[in-house]
């Protein structure tokens, strides 16, 4: 078994104790054996020889013929906390209408992966590299001096170096109090929006700090997060200088907590019985909509054909436990406070019960949600849409977030400079349709203790303290199935694998720090914006 982690102490563990409450437990004990079919074949023992070396990362492999002689347009659009079933293409009530023409036109990705929270998603995104290594376990708390590590380049970094004008306009969330680890000293030329884990989307305040700037300058005005982030976005792309790519990354907070939408966009939802599930749709029919503003202006000015698009959620949605409503509070606090040995607060309590309550997202048909390494956790909807080049198609073979930096490089024909990724190339996978070469892949969380699950596909397996979970996820994508007594050699081999990889030391400050001053999504302002408090501190990490 994979080393144990020292106890997480990030927020992301403070959203588990629902899980504690509601008899997780029991979720995560081995299901037994249930008769499979399965038997030991050829295919099986090619499963176990696959390489897991995931630090060696394929050799380009792009046709280059059919890559453009200039380097297309970028342009990353993340959503937060969006559910496999909260868009209109994977049967959602939701209306997405530019979501899913855009996804029909080009390549839909059916089988895409990201971690179980939204820094770990976010510093994969931006590196190619598993969060495991770079030692970020879970969201990164507004009191963390650290971030994403110092010496890692990123997509931002790799683009800029070869010409590209870049801009991240929305949520950034890898490192809020380092100046160093802001965006505008991780390779973008221009940042708008909040550093932190997520902000009222009128009052854009997290945990007590206004948490809205411009190149590190807070700026104070009105307006709905979702809108001004767009605004940003079409503001950039026609500022642009039309003689060299643009990079944008458009991460948006949208549909992550709190609830809040404009009313008028509420009003189509209204039919639907569960109040967080209105506003919630309302909150994706919103992004939609400036998903929407951003494809517009691109077909306005005329680039369109020349930009590449992709879309991706930064984890499953998160799911309401209402059952936990009418808990009393001591009995509640007790709980908490033995589960995890810390002192709660009620502003801490009234947080977690928000967690609990107010999710309104739609993971169906998959198992689990945010924080859960479950498919409802980890499998998103995602698309690659750049018109003449690719699609429209669909793949359905397993790709990870951890690819998006290599298949950006080749496509844009970056220099690897020798830099090891956890990801592959995908540009002929994308246009063949092939699975491409095989990787592991690994995500974890610390709901109930240090979780991981590790994807050597078809088969996945989950490895927790009280044992190993092996899923054929192709035949059985909703976990009802545990398979693991009738391979023990796979769940070894699998088991040697996530004991081999390398992990970073975990970059997480003291849970009862962050206790004590709860990482809440808006409210009551009660001290000086984030923006303010940033200060330079060279080579902390």
């Known amino acids: 078994m994979v080393k144990k982690a020292r106890k997480s102490n990030q927020m992301g563990r ?14 995560l004990k081995a299901i037994g054996t249930i008769k499979e079919g ?29 890559l453009p002689e200039n380097p297309p347009n970028i342009v990353i659009i993340l959503a937060d906390d969006l559910g496999w079933r909260d868009v209109g293409y994977n049967g959602s009530e939701i209306q997405t209408p530019t979501i899913d023409q855009l996804a029909g036109a080009g390549i839909t990705l059916h089988r895409f992966y990201v971690q179980p929270s939204c820094s770990p998603t976010r510093a994969a995104l931006l590196t190619g590299k598993s969060p495991i290594r770079l030692g970020i376990f879970n969201p990164i708390s507004k009191k963390n001096p650290s971030g994403l590590p110092l010496n890692e380049r990123t997509l931002a970094d ?47 305040v997290h945990g007590g700090g206004y948490d809205w700037q411009r190149n590190g300058v807070t700026i104070r005005e009105e307006g709905y997060t979702t809108e001004l982030i767009a605004q940003e976005a079409v503001d950039f792309i026609k500022a642009r200088d039309p003689d060299r790519p643009l990079f944008l990354y458009a991460s948006f907070n949208a549909p992550h907590l709190p609830n809040e939408a404009p009313s008028a966009a509420v009003e189509p939802y209204r039919s639907i019985k569960k109040k967080q599930r209105q506003i919630h749709a309302a909150m994706v029919s919103e992004l939609d909509r400036a998903i929407g503003r951003i494809h517009d202006t691109l077909v306005a000015e005329g680039i369109d054909r020349e ?91 397993m790709t990870t977030v951890q690819d998006i930096v290599p298949t950006l490089m080749e496509i844009s024909k970056a220099p690897r400079d020798g830099t090891r990724f956890d990801g592959r190339p995908l540009w002929d996978a994308l246009q063949s349709g092939s699975p491409g070469p095989a990787m592991d892949y690994i995500v974890q969380t610390s709901q109930l203790g240090q979780t991981f699950a590790i994807y050597r596909y078809p088969y996945k397996m989950i490895e927790h303290d009280k044992g190993q979970q092996l899923f054929n996820i192709e035949a059985d994508p909703l976990e009802k199935r545990n398979i693991a007594n009738k391979h023990s050699d796979l769940v070894d081999a699998l088991s040697m694998s996530l004991k081999a990889f390398p992990r970073g030391t975990d970059i997480a400050i003291p849970l009862q720090n962050v206790v004590d001053d709860p990482d809440y999504f808006g409210g009551v302002e009660d001290r000086a914006p984030w923006a303010d408090q940033a200060v330079a501190v060279h080579g902390n990490d």
């Open 307 to 397: 930009t590449l698009i992709w879309f991706l959620s930064d984890n499953g949605g998160l799911i309401a436990k209402n059952q936990l409503r009418h808990l009393p509070n001591p009995i509640f606090s007790k709980a908490v406070e033995a589960r995890f040995s810390i002192k709660a607060n009620p502003v801490f309590i009234d947080f977690v019960r928000t967690n609990l309550r107010d999710g309104g997202s739609d993971n169906r048909p998959f198992k689990g949600g945010k924080q859960s390494v479950s498919e409802g956790g980890v499998r998103v909807p995602s698309f690659v849409y750049w018109p003449g080049r690719i699609g429209p198609g669909d793949h359905n073979h």
């Open 38 to 66: 399965i038997e030991v074949s050829a295919s099986k023992r090619a499963v176990l020889s696959i390489r897991t070396d995931l630090s060696e990362t394929p050799p380009h492999s792009a046709n280059m013929a059919d």
């Open 14 to 27: 403070l959203i588990a104790i629902l899980f504690v409450l509601l008899g997780g437990v029991v979720a």
């Open 158 to 204: 790799r683009l800029k170096a070869i010409g590209y004008q870049t801009a991240l306009t929305g949520k950034w969330h890898l490192g809020p109090r380092n100046l160093d680890h802001h965006p505008n000293a991780r390779g973008f030329d221009h940042f708008y929006g909040n550093l932190t884990g997520g902000v009222g989307y009128y009052d854009k």
